[in-house]
Nanobody, 126 residues
Framework: QVQLVESGGGLVQAGGSLRLSCVAS????????MGWFRQAPGKEREFVAG????????YYRDSVKGRFTISRDNAKNTVYLQMNSLKPDDTALYYC???????????????????WGQGTQVTVSS
């Protein structure tokens, strides 16, 4: 079992920044591929960014490329999502997810991930 706890969400004006954190416990963190997903009201959950177990490979959805950065610190069992130049369309509940996977490519389907956090709300005002 893996427990994931997100933090760092909040209310920010358009153009602002937030950094989300997700701390994992219960399994060797370096054996996990990590992802961030989001879900806005009335919409499907969508992939935002993913990072391989080593941290050497990342992948982003097109709408956040150049604005968001995913990173991980395996010594701290933590994955981060730095979000810059935020837009109202980024407003959603953001989830951290983990997949027990030591190979590429990074999966973008929610069904591929094994463990989920409870989510942290990000609201971007215009």
């Amino acid at each position: 079992q893996v427990q994931l706890v997100e933090s760092g969400g909040g209310l920010v004006q358009a153009g602002g920044s937030l950094r989300l954190s997700c701390v994992a416990s219960g399994r060797t963190f370096s054996s996990l591929t990590m992802g961030w997903f989001r879900q806005a009201p009335g919409k499907e959950r969508e992939f935002v960014a993913g990072i391989s177990w080593s941290g050497r490979t990342t992948y982003y959805r097109d709408s956040v490329k150049g604005r968001f950065t995913i990173s991980r610190d395996n010594a701290k069992n933590t994955v981060y999502l730095q979000m810059n130049s935020l837009k109202p369309d980024d407003t959603a509940l953001y989830y951290c997810a983990a997949e027990v996977r030591l190979s590429l490519p990074i999966h973008t389907a929610a069904s591929d991930y094994d463990y989920w956090g409870q989510g942290t709300q990000v609201t971007v005002s215009s």
